[in-house]
Nanobody
Framework: QVQLVESGGGLVEAGASLRLSCVGSGGTFGKHAMGWFRQAPGKDREFVATISASATRTYYTDSVTGRFTISRDDAKSTVYLQMNSLKPEDTAVYYC??????????????????????WGQGTQVTVSS
């Protein structure tokens, strides 16, 4: 059982940067593929980015490609989402998610909401225009 806690959200102006963090506990963090999702008011939760357990593969939704970077530090059981050039349409609650892969070397990536078992409570990101 993995517990995830996000932090780093806030209110910023368009064009600014934020770095979200998600700390995991209660499991072997390095064997989990990790993902970031977001949910804006009145909309479904959508995929943002994912990183494999091996950290060798990443994948992003088109709207954040080139602006957001996902990374992980398994020694700290933490996954990050560096968000640059933020836009008002990035406003949402951001959630991190984990999926056990069984191996530190697993290089699969997962973009589907239903592919993740463990979720954090979310952190609010608000971008003003």
């Amino acid at each position: 059982q993995v517990q995830l806690v996000e932090s780093g959200g806030g209110l910023v102006e368009a064009g600014a940067s934020l770095r979200l963090s998600c700390v995991g506990s209660g499991g072997t963090f390095g064997k989990h593929a990790m993902g970031w999702f977001r949910q804006a008011p009145g909309k479904d939760r959508e995929f943002v980015a994912t990183i494999s357990a091996s950290a060798t593969r990443t994948y992003y939704t088109d709207s954040v490609t080139g602006r957001f970077t996902i990374s992980r530090d398994d020694a700290k059981s933490t996954v990050y989402l560096q968000m640059n050039s933020l836009k008002p349409e990035d406003t949402a609650v951001y959630y991190c998610a984990a999926r056990m892969t069984g191996s530190f070397r697993n290089n699969h990536i997962y973009a589907g909401r239903d592919e993740y078992r463990y979720w954090g409570q979310g952190t609010q990101v608000t971008v003003s225009s």
